[in-house]
């Protein structure tokens, strides 16, 4: 089950408390107490894992370990180890505590989240000329504490949506090596699917029905996901009794949450051609046309029709590829 929505605290330890001692060794006098080592922080670095967010569902609590104490003899305590969690490119981070939104949009991008506390300082530090035997000491610094919303929102350069059991799960597994889970009846699939097709990133949206930006069907968890993709395929199908009205209710729906997606660029992918005859294909695809122009039919079983999307998606790897 993909985990895209879920609420944690996280806590960095607290540093280290100072010690209060004073010299052993023989003729030599003075405070010789050791400072408390730095509380860890808890760091979130970016992975291309979109599960990754899956080790929350029983986990609400991220805790670093404390900074250890001070002792004699100038021996300082040890800086806690750093608590580092892996978190799916994608990812919004709302701080709730604070109010602050930070994201996580690269592989390998690291974002501090809570710092951990300052170690105290130990008898040594208070030394001076009028304050030879300073027995003075500081408690360790408390670790930072937030409660945090996170909220994933895949970024994928081209968004499959449609309405339920349209083949948008078939050609995913077509084009890549996703191997996704198909069959003949609605809500196939689930939660979003990836695939990669060379330098492109393609997104499988769980089918959309009319109402799904009130919460109807599998509702407005997976139009999120509709937002971070740069180029939608809008998938209707050849034997609907009405493929204007199909591509109405999605648009509704995606204006509805978010009036911004229907600016993205857009091809219509008329799936199931191989259920009707040509003639009847050819009437079709003039009446998605008037639609959008970049409208054509897609049959998993037609070699030809794959190679046509196949030719759109290497112009946009050659465009992503040059930085267009």
Same mark, same amino acid.
């Given at each position: 089950?993909?985990?895209?929505?879920?609420?944690?605290?996280?806590?960095?330890?607290?540093?280290?408390?100072?010690?209060?001692?004073?010299?052993?060794? $023989?003729?030599?006098?003075?405070?010789?107490?050791?400072?408390?080592?730095?509380?860890?922080?808890?760091?979130?670095?970016?992975?291309?894992?979109?599960?990754?967010?899956? /080790?929350?569902?029983?986990?609400?609590?991220?805790?670093?370990?404390?900074?250890?104490?001070?002792?004699? /003899?100038?021996?300082?305590?040890?800086?806690?180890?750093?608590? *580092?969690?892996?978190?799916?490119?994608?990812?919004?981070?709302?701080?709730?505590?604070?109010?602050?939104?930070?994201?996580?949009?690269?592989?390998?991008?690291?974002?501090?989240?809570?710092?951990?506390?300052?170690?105290?300082?130990?008898?040594?530090?208070?030394?001076?000329?009028?304050?030879?035997?300073?027995? +003075?000491?500081?408690?360790?610094?408390?670790?930072?504490?937030?409660?945090?919303?996170?909220?994933?929102? *895949?970024?994928?350069?081209?968004?499959?949506?449609?309405?339920?059991?349209?083949?948008?799960?078939? $050609?995913?597994? +077509?084009?890549?090596?996703?191997?996704?889970?198909? =069959?003949?009846?609605?809500?196939?699939?689930?939660?979003?699917?990836?695939?990669?097709?060379?330098?492109?990133?393609? =997104?499988?949206?769980?089918?959309?029905?009319?109402? =799904?930006?009130?919460?109807?069907?599998?509702?407005?968890?997976?139009?999120?996901?509709?937002?971070?993709?740069?180029?939608?395929?809008?998938?209707?199908?050849?034997?609907?009794?009405?493929?204007?009205?199909?591509?109405?209710?999605?648009?509704?729906?995606? +204006?509805?949450?978010?009036?911004?997606?229907? +600016?993205?660029?857009?091809?219509?992918?008329?799936?199931?051609?191989?259920?009707?005859?040509?003639?009847?294909?050819?009437?079709?695809?003039?009446?998605?046309?008037?639609?959008?122009?970049?409208? $054509?039919?897609?049959?998993?079983?037609?070699?030809?029709?794959? /190679?046509?999307?196949?030719?759109? $998606?290497?112009?946009?790897?050659?465009?992503?590829?040059?930085?267009?």
């Amino acid at each position: 089950m993909l985990i895209d929505d879920i609420k944690i605290e996280v806590a960095a330890g607290h540093g280290g408390k100072g010690c209060v001692a004073f010299n052993k060794n $023989l003729m030599s006098l003075g405070p010789a107490g050791g400072s408390g080592g730095k509380g860890g922080s808890v760091i979130f670095v970016g992975v291309s894992d979109l599960n990754a967010l899956g /080790q929350f569902r029983f986990r609400k609590q991220v805790n670093a370990e404390n900074g250890r104490e001070g002792k004699g /003899q100038f021996c300082d305590g040890p800086d806690a180890k750093d608590e *580092m969690i892996k978190i799916p490119v994608g990812t919004v981070i709302h701080n709730i505590t604070t109010g602050v939104d930070q994201e996580i949009t690269k592989v390998g991008q690291e974002i501090l989240i809570a710092k951990g506390g300052r170690g105290g300082r130990g008898n040594f530090q208070f030394r001076g000329s009028r304050n030879t035997t300073p027995k +003075e000491f500081e408690e360790g610094k408390p670790g930072e504490e937030f409660e945090l919303r996170l909220e994933l929102k *895949m970024i994928a350069d081209i968004g499959f949506v449609g309405l339920p059991n349209l083949g948008k799960s078939s $050609l995913l597994n +077509e084009l890549t090596n996703a191997n996704v889970k198909v =069959a003949n009846y609605q809500f196939t699939t689930l939660e979003p699917n990836l695939g990669v097709y060379y330098g492109l990133i393609l =997104a499988d949206i769980p089918g959309l029905i009319e109402g =799904a930006s009130d919460g109807k069907g599998l509702g407005i968890k997976f139009l999120k996901h509709v937002e971070r993709t740069k180029i939608i395929f809008h998938f209707l199908a050849a034997d609907s009794e009405d493929i204007i009205a199909d591509y109405k209710t999605i648009r509704a729906e995606l +204006e509805a949450f978010n009036p911004t997606l229907l +600016e993205k660029p857009e091809y219509i992918l008329v799936s199931r051609s191989d259920t009707v005859d040509e003639k009847e294909l050819k009437k079709i695809i003039t009446k998605a046309k008037k639609i959008n122009k970049n409208a $054509l039919p897609i049959s998993i079983h037609n070699w030809d029709q794959i /190679q046509k999307v196949k030719e759109i $998606l290497n112009k946009m790897d050659e465009e992503k590829q040059a930085g267009n």
